[in-house]
C-alpha cells in the first residue's frame, strides 16, 4: 500500500488567533508557514524594536529573553495538535520545558524562525522538540512538554 503524503498547511495571523488565547504583547508567532498536524510545524515571529521587552532587556542593548523565545517555540508546537480533529478547542498549555540550550542573540530587526517536531504524544500530554534560527543560525533548542485541556 502507498502511503499518501499529507498536505501541509498554513496559518495566518487570524487563524493563529483562533487556535490560541494569546494577544499582544504575548503573542509570539505571526504566522505558521508550514503545518502538519500530529508531526511539525514551521513559523516564525518578526521582532521590531516596538516590542515591550527590548525597553528593559536591556536598555541601549535590546535582546529577546530566552523565556520569549521558549514561548514564541511553545506558541509554534500549539498547531501541531490544536489542528487535529480530537483536539479541536482544547486550550494547549505549556507545562515543561527540558535539555535548553542558548547558542544566538535574538535582536530588533531578526526574524526568529522556528521548527518544532512532535516527539510523543500520551493522553493529553505532547512533548516537542523546538529549534529557533536567525538567517539561518540555530539561537535555541529545547524539548517543550504541552498539556491539553
Not at 503573542?27 to 524594536?49: F, H, M, W
Not at 520545558?97 to 535574538?106: C, E, G, S, W
Not at 523546538?130 to 539561537?139: H, T, W
Request: charged share 25%; hydrophobic share 45%; proline share 7%.
Amino acid at each position: 500500500m502507498t502511503e499518501v503524503a499529507e498536505k501541509p498547511i498554513s496559518l495566518d495571523i487570524m487563524k493563529i488567533m483562533n487556535l490560541i488565547p494569546h494577544r499582544y504583547p504575548f503573542l509570539l508567532v505571526d504566522r505558521i508557514v508550514e503545518c502538519i498536524p500530529n508531526k511539525y510545524s514551521k513559523g516564525y515571529k518578526n521582532l521590531t524594536a516596538n516590542e515591550m521587552f527590548f525597553n528593559g532587556h536591556f536598555p541601549n542593548n535590546p535582546i529577546m529573553p530566552g523565556v520569549l523565545q521558549i514561548e514564541a517555540l511553545a506558541q509554534t508546537a500549539a498547531p501541531i495538535l490544536l489542528t487535529m480533529e480530537q483536539y479541536k478547542g482544547k486550550l494547549a498549555l505549556f507545562a515543561g520545558v527540558d535539555n535548553v540550550r542558548f547558542k544566538n542573540i535574538v535582536r530588533p530587526g531578526d526574524r526568529f524562525d522556528m521548527e518544532v517536531e512532535l516527539i510523543k504524544v500520551k493522553g493529553p500530554i505532547a512533548k516537542c522538540q523546538g529549534k529557533g534560527y536567525v538567517d539561518g543560525k540555530l539561537c535555541v533548542e529545547a524539548e517543550i512538554t504541552i498539556a491539553l485541556k
